[in-house]
């Protein structure tokens, strides 16, 4: 049984940053590499919210434009985790932020989520 487990949230004071992951367990490196992975979030009372996505390989990857120039995201496959580098943080990104996978043939619809970490910004 494929699991995606988050980590790296926390409170932060506006400007700063935070390295979020996602870690899978129950599948190998191999059949990792072959996961498309995104990163979504979700404030209180909104709808979620994609934030960015990288294919198989790492050899694309897309941020959403609300928070370009700012997030990046990157993968380890070695690892089989996928990081999302947080910075010059904003109020508006508080939120719960959940990785996704999914695996081939990449149906619309994803086949893992994680449940979530807590990213809270201070003004």
């Known amino acids: 049984q494929v699991q995606l487990v988050e980590s790296g949230g926390g409170l932060v004071q506006a400007g700063g940053s935070l390295r979020l992951s996602c870690a899978a367990s129950?599948?190998?490196?191999?059949?990792?590499?072959?996961?498309?992975m995104d990163w979504f979030r979700q404030a209180p009372g909104t709808e979620r919210e994609f934030v960015a996505t990288?294919?198989?390989?790492?050899?694309?990857?897309y941020v959403a434009d609300s928070v370009k120039g700012r997030f990046t995201i990157s993968r380890d496959d070695a690892k089989n985790t996928v990081y999302l580098q947080m910075n010059s943080l904003k109020p508006e990104d508080t939120a719960v932020y959940y990785c996704a996978a999914r695996v081939p043939p990449y149906k619309a619809e994803y086949d893992y989520w994680g449940q979530g970490t807590q990213v809270t910004v201070s003004s």
């Open positions: 129950g599948v190998s490196g191999t059949r990792f590499s072959t996961y498309a």
């Open positions: 990288i294919n198989w390989g790492g050899s694309t990857a």
